[in-house]
């Protein structure tokens, strides 16, 4: 029996006809660009996060690049994220021509350490990207204050945190902007690449849709020179048959959460925290252990897939050697990238695969 990390076939056989039915009738209309599916996803996620606008894009990238391109940031500004993360986050940065700046994270939610921002700002910081990684939620009360004293911008990379809650609301609804993206194995996933950016800031919502879309709103009439960062019609289709059953899905990740953590009780692995502030979505349900390598290889044997995120944090990635950070700068991103490890997580995960991973496990710990 093969346990994989994700499944997105179980997935669309348990939604198949809705899916199909919907790809068909997009299809059927010949309406592949814009029109009423991306319209009614963007109200209709919006609405999800508690927030008033939505703008489909084509990727969670183009939406981070987008929000931060909105708000003004360019070259000569700096942007404040954390070193463990997905690099989507610090490419958008860069794609600005502004200055990634690292603050490390705190060991129990694997965040942004509120505690080290201010020690990271100077004149020419414009912004803060919290990501709210694995579907945990930040600490966003503490960004948000301090961002507010420095006069600096907030968008929320909600990528892997659709439904997550901080404090009762969800996240999307606590910066300025928020992006998601519908990449096929996150928790709200397309068939292909799709994203988001959403807030309640209207102007800012108008330069988004605008940038989104070569620059115009009357065709061929540049008001600016933007981008293609369209949200395709057919992934929005498919995106709005799945939006509904997403909240039964968290249920589900969360039930098998904790279904892992009360059978890896007294094993030894650090299980995932959930802070009292937050709702966790488990987007990935991630382990911590010493002996990784070990561990790693042995799930392997048994045919389980887990996978490592991240395995190097981004300060010490190649592609930033030129930012001059050195190991030792950001220990606790560092330590994670060489302790944690991913199990297996989806809604349609079952309750014996779930024993048997955690049987495994526990042989030899
Ligand atoms: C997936 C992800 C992104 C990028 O999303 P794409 O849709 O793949 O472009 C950005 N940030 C984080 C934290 C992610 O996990």
């Given at each position: 029996?093969?346990?994989?990390?994700?499944?997105?076939?179980?997935?669309?056989?348990s939604i198949k006809k809705e899916i199909d039915e919907a790809i068909q009738k997009v299809i059927d209309n010949s309406a592949f660009i814009m029109g009423e599916n991306v319209e009614g996803f963007e109200n209709e996620f919006a609405k999800f996060c508690g927030i008033k606008y939505g703008v489909g894009t084509s990727s969670g990238t183009t939406a981070l690049h987008l929000a931060l391109v909105a708000c003004g940031?360019?070259?000569?500004?700096?942007?404040?994220?954390?070193?463990?993360?997905?690099?989507?986050?610090?490419?958008?940065?860069?794609?600005?021509?502004?200055?990634?700046?690292?603050?490390?994270?705190?060991?129990?939610?694997?965040?942004?350490?509120?505690?080290?921002?201010?020690?990271?700002?100077?004149?020419?910081?414009?912004?803060?990207?919290?990501?709210?990684?694995?579907?945990?939620?930040?600490?966003?009360?503490?960004?948000?204050?301090?961002?507010?004293?420095?006069?600096?911008?907030?968008?929320?990379?909600?990528?892997?945190?659709?439904?997550?809650?901080?404090?009762?609301?969800?996240?999307?609804?606590?910066?300025?902007?928020?992006?998601?993206?519908?990449?096929?194995?996150?928790?709200?996933?397309?068939?292909?690449?799709?994203?988001?950016?959403?807030?309640?800031?209207?102007?800012?919502?108008?330069?988004?849709?605008?940038?989104?879309?070569?620059?115009?709103?009357?065709?061929?009439?540049?008001?600016?020179?933007?981008?293609?960062?369209?949200?395709?019609?057919?992934?929005?289709?498919?995106?709005?048959?799945?939006?509904?059953?997403?909240?039964?899905?968290?249920?589900?990740?969360?039930?098998?959460?904790?279904?892992?953590?009360?059978?890896?009780?007294?094993?030894?692995?650090?299980?995932?925290?959930?802070?009292?502030?937050?709702?966790?979505?488990?987007?990935?349900?991630?382990?911590?252990?010493?002996?990784?390598?070990?561990?790693?290889?042995?799930?392997?044997?048994?045919?389980?897939?887990?996978?490592?995120?991240?395995?190097?944090?981004?300060?010490?990635?190649?592609?930033?050697?030129?930012?001059?950070?050195?190991?030792?700068?950001?220990?606790?991103?560092?330590?994670?990238?060489?302790?944690?490890?991913?199990?297996?997580?989806?809604?349609?995960?079952?309750?014996?695969?779930?024993?048997?991973?955690?049987?495994?496990?526990?042989?030899?710990?």
């Amino acid at each position: 029996m093969h346990i994989p990390l994700v499944d997105l076939k179980r997935q669309y056989l348990s939604i198949k006809k809705e899916i199909d039915e919907a790809i068909q009738k997009v299809i059927d209309n010949s309406a592949f660009i814009m029109g009423e599916n991306v319209e009614g996803f963007e109200n209709e996620f919006a609405k999800f996060c508690g927030i008033k606008y939505g703008v489909g894009t084509s990727s969670g990238t183009t939406a981070l690049h987008l929000a931060l391109v909105a708000c003004g940031v360019k070259q000569g500004d700096e942007v404040i994220t954390v070193p463990y993360t997905f690099i989507a986050t610090t490419e958008a940065i860069s794609h600005t021509a502004a200055k990634v700046v690292f603050v490390d994270i705190e060991d129990r939610s694997y965040n942004m350490d509120s505690e080290k921002i201010e020690q990271a700002i100077t004149e020419k910081t414009r912004a803060i990207i919290p990501v709210h990684l694995f579907g945990h939620p930040a600490d966003m009360d503490k960004i948000m204050e301090i961002a507010k004293k420095h006069n600096l911008i907030v968008i929320e990379d909600a990528c892997q945190a659709h439904g997550a809650e901080y404090k009762g609301k969800k996240v999307g609804s606590l910066g300025d902007i928020a992006c998601f993206s519908f990449y096929p194995g996150k928790n709200l996933g397309a068939y292909g690449d799709a994203g988001m950016a959403v807030s309640d800031n209207q102007a800012l919502v108008e330069k988004m849709r605008l940038l989104r879309n070569h620059g115009y709103q009357k065709k061929y009439y540049h008001e600016i020179e933007g981008y293609n960062y369209r949200l395709d019609a057919i992934q929005a289709a498919i995106l709005r048959v799945k939006l509904r059953h997403l909240e039964e899905w968290t249920e589900k990740r969360r039930k098998n959460a904790k279904l892992y953590d009360e059978l890896l009780k007294g094993s030894g692995v650090k299980t995932p925290l959930e802070m009292e502030y937050a709702k966790h979505v488990y987007h990935l349900y991630v382990i911590g252990i010493e002996k990784r390598e070990e561990l790693y290889l042995r799930l392997k044997k048994n045919e389980i897939s887990t996978a490592i995120h991240y395995p190097l944090p981004l300060h010490l990635q190649q592609a930033y050697s030129y930012l001059g950070y050195k190991k030792g700068d950001f220990p606790i991103s560092e330590a994670c990238t060489e302790r944690l490890l991913s199990l297996p997580m989806f809604p349609e995960l079952t309750e014996d695969e779930i024993k048997k991973i955690v049987e495994i496990i526990k042989k030899k710990n």
